[in-house]
């Protein structure tokens, strides 16, 4: 059972993340040839980052009074499905726009990911827990950047191919959340034995300073 969670949970990231970044390397070129202003472009890539910046912290906040993770999983995974199938269906700006915004929502929830799949394990063992499945984070979006510009440099659809990949393995990935583990209970007790410390972590000088470009 433990292995088959840990199975599970690594499928889940691998294609989510495969997903968000399957179009990330011509992606730019792609609105450019739809002629979006500079400004447009500027904007449509910040979204990204800056849903993150907005949503991160609250949704984690909210995870902890809800006492799930899971949810926020399937939800974050369900976004990155509908902002791939809305760039392979559409090209007008406003649209693409929320679909890359749409990524930044799935990208912030990828905290509940971290704090789920290390409560699959011991204390002593949650660093090399995140270390682990930070691996198949990164192998994800590799593997996706690679099919993603194999599939823009040598298919007729170039663009939209990479889209329709997208697409379809953020539905595989969506599908494959609702088999992940997770023992509710032991959540919730995990969330209200430690007080929140929002503002001493805030408020903490070594994080300010590393937090600065």
């Not at 995990?190 to 300073?209: C, D, G, H």
Request: proline residues 2%.
């Amino acid at each position: 059972m433990a292995k088959n969670k840990n199975y599970i949970m690594f499928a889940a990231t691998f294609l989510m993340w495969f997903s968000i970044y399957t179009y990330q390397s011509n992606f730019t070129p792609y609105m450019e040839s739809l002629e979006f202003t500079p400004s447009m472009i500027g904007l449509i890539i910040g979204s990204y980052g800056f849903t993150q910046m907005i949503l991160r912290v609250p949704l984690g906040v909210l995870s902890d009074k809800l006492g799930t993770r899971k949810l926020f999983i399937i939800i974050g995974i369900a976004f990155t499905f509908i902002s791939a199938f809305l760039l392979f269906l559409t090209e007008n700006q406003v649209l693409v726009l929320i679909a890359r915004a749409s990524t930044g929502v799935a990208a912030s929830t990828w905290v509940s990911f971290m704090v789920l799949f290390s409560s699959y394990h011991e204390k002593a063992q949650t660093v090399k827990a995140a270390g682990t499945l930070n691996f198949f984070n990164n192998i994800g979006q590799l593997a996706g950047i690679i099919c993603g510009s194999l599939l823009v440099s040598f298919t007729l659809w170039k663009d939209k191919s990479a889209f329709l990949l997208a697409a379809i393995v953020g539905l595989i990935a969506f599908i494959c959340s609702f088999a992940i583990y997770e023992d509710k209970e032991k959540l919730t007790q995990a969330a209200k034995s430690e007080p929140s410390k929002l503002s001493e972590v805030l408020t903490n000088k070594n994080l300010i300073i590393m937090s600065k470009d």
